[in-house]
């Protein structure tokens, strides 16, 4: 039973437009999140994370936002750049969980067409 | 560069061998993380170590064993391997449980 859910494979964005990930999740225990970004050949990197009392968290181009009454939580790309084309993973973990107990989606596959 | 480095990068054995993953996470992280992911599949956590113990373990094979060594580097064990085994193999560190994980890149394990 998967507890992280990432419901698109993949997305298709172009140039300078919002990219719209989705992630949703079912245990209501989760109260942190996170997402990780990974090109080819390579491991996953973090990208940004929030916590549980927050709603919203914004990195520069990145934004995460939470809904907790849904258990989902996107993340925003404005404006997409060519190189932001990677797989990228929600993850959550489990309240009093090290960052390392991580439970992660199955990725969805972003492109961003010049 | 995440400052993990995993070896080897690429591993094909038959089923029913016997194969070490090797480990070394960034200068100064004491916890090492073991995932595996398999074809469409996300990331699955496998076990964690911190300064050479055990701290949890997740859907890991009895078939499988790991642990942390004094220079803190980290070896996965997987025997009696199986064509389902095939994966991709990530270690991942962090100096603290609350630290982001840094993750090599992967070892690929064929077993055929």
């Known amino acids: 039973d998967q507890q992280v859910k990432q419901n698109s494979p993949s997305l298709s964005v172009q140039e300078g437009r919002i990219s719209i990930l989705n992630c949703d999740y079912t245990?209501?225990?989760?109260?942190?999140f996170l997402w990780y970004k990974k090109y080819p050949a390579e491991g996953p990197t973090f990208l940004i994370s929030?916590?549980?009392?927050?709603d919203k968290n914004e990195d520069g181009r990145f934004t995460v936002f939470l809904n907790k009454s849904a258990k989902h939580l996107s993340l925003h790309i404005v404006p997409s750049q060519p190189g932001d084309s990677a797989v990228y993973f929600c993850a959550a973990i489990n309240y009093g969980g090290s960052q390392g107990n991580l439970i992660f989606g199955k990725g969805t596959k972003l492109s961003v067409k010049p | 560069d995440s400052g993990v480095t995993q070896t080897p990068k690429h591993l094909i054995t038959a089923t029913g061998q016997r194969v070490t993953l090797r480990c070394s996470p960034r200068?100064?992280?004491?916890?090492v993380y073991w995932y595996q992911q398999s074809l469409d599949q996300g990331l699955q956590f496998l076990i964690h170590?911190?300064?050479?113990?055990?701290?949890a373990k997740g859907n890991i094979l009895e078939r499988f064993s790991a642990q942390q060594f004094p220079d803190l580097h980290s070896e996965l064990n997987l025997s009696s391997l199986e064509l389902g085994d095939s994966a991709l193999y990530f270690c991942a560190s962090s100096w603290t449980g609350d630290s982001p994980l840094h993750f090599g890149n992967g070892t690929r394990l064929t077993v055929t």
């Open positions: 170590y911190y300064n050479g113990e055990e701290r």
């Open positions: 200068s100064g992280d004491l916890s």
């Open positions: 929030i916590s549980s009392i927050k």
């Open positions: 245990n209501s225990m989760f109260d942190y």
